[in-house]
């Protein structure tokens, strides 16, 4: 394989998605089970991450709301206090940026799920954790305990991964709950305020 950049837009884009390929396949369907049974068992799902990895919630936020879930983003003027008997769901590439470790720690405190995507087992926002879902990827915060590499820079492979598996969680979810999951349904709960 040559070096990125020394080919065409369309060839590394090719290259990015081999990359994801091989990074998927290492992904657990036993805990990504586990999170689709504590979403079941939630009463209501709150997000957060921080930069790209908290865009790429905000679409799983959004999914899951066109399935008819309660969910909230962290950080949102109108999202409510977590209490027990709520999840909390953060993605973060290093699970040790200080906001969302914060975020975890409080969600434990008050009784809340705790569910996390990130590359590390061992990463301090896991520590609290009910729920664990590693996904392979490299991050720009790396402290040299990561045997994964990317041709990508920074949090790239992480991130695409999270969204490319929050959107395969969606439709698992939908079939394993019987929800109906078309454009039309979808439509119905989607912003009309645009």
Known sequence: M??????????????VL?????????????????LLDAICEAKEIFIAGSGRSLLVM??????????GYKVHVVGETTTPAIQEKDLLIIGSGSGKTSSVVR????????????????????????ENADIFVKIPGVTAKNTGNNKNSSIQIGGNC????????????????AVRENIVMDDAAIMRRHANLE
């Open 2 to 15: 040559s070096v990125p950049g020394m080919e065409m837009a369309p060839s590394i884009a090719f290259m």
């Open 18 to 34: 081999e990359e994801l390929t091989g990074a998927m396949g290492q992904v657990s369907a036993k805990q990504c089970e586990a």
């Open 58 to 67: 905000r679409c799983f936020a959004m999914r899951l709301m066109h399935l």
């Open 103 to 126: 975020f975890s720690e409080k969600a434990k405190k008050v009784g809340a799920k705790l569910a996390v995507f990130s590359i590390f087992a061992d990463a301090p926002i896991v």
């Open 158 to 173: 992480f991130e695409q991964c999270l969204l490319i598996l929050g959107d395969a969680l969606i439709m698992r979810l």
